[in-house]
Nanobody, 121 residues
């Protein structure tokens, strides 16, 4: 099993910053991608940022230049540094890992419980 625990969400004013953390634990044999998604009320979940095992990053157009995804391999933790936050960034942010628990297992997608980010105007 794989567990993902997010932290770092909260309430911040427009223009402020937050850093989200996602600690992965359990039987992680390998991962293909780790990333962050968000879901605002009455909207579909959308990809915010992703980081592949080779280090390639991808960002949603709406956060490019403001958000940065990174990973600490020793801690099995992925971060999302969010700067210049806007009210439209308000959402529940989820961590996602796509990987395997052993070489014979298929690749699966795992999700954390989410952490709330609220940006006040």
């Amino acid at each position: 099993q794989v567990q993902l625990v997010e932290s770092g969400g909260g309430l911040v004013q427009t223009g402020g910053s937050l850093r989200l953390s996602c600690a992965a634990s359990g039987s992680i044999f390998s991962f293909d991608v780790m990333g962050w998604y968000r879901q605002a009320p009455e909207k579909q979940r959308e990809s915010v940022a992703s980081l592949t095992s080779s280090g390639a990053t991808k960002y949603a157009d709406s956060v490019k230049g403001r958000f940065t995804i990174s990973r600490d391999n020793a801690k099995n933790t992925v971060y999302l540094q969010m700067n210049s936050l806007k009210p439209e960034d308000t959402a529940l942010y989820y961590c996602n890992l796509v990987g395997r628990t052993s070489w014979w297992e298929p690749t699966r997608s795992y999700w954390g419980q989410g952490t709330q980010v609220t940006v006040s105007s």
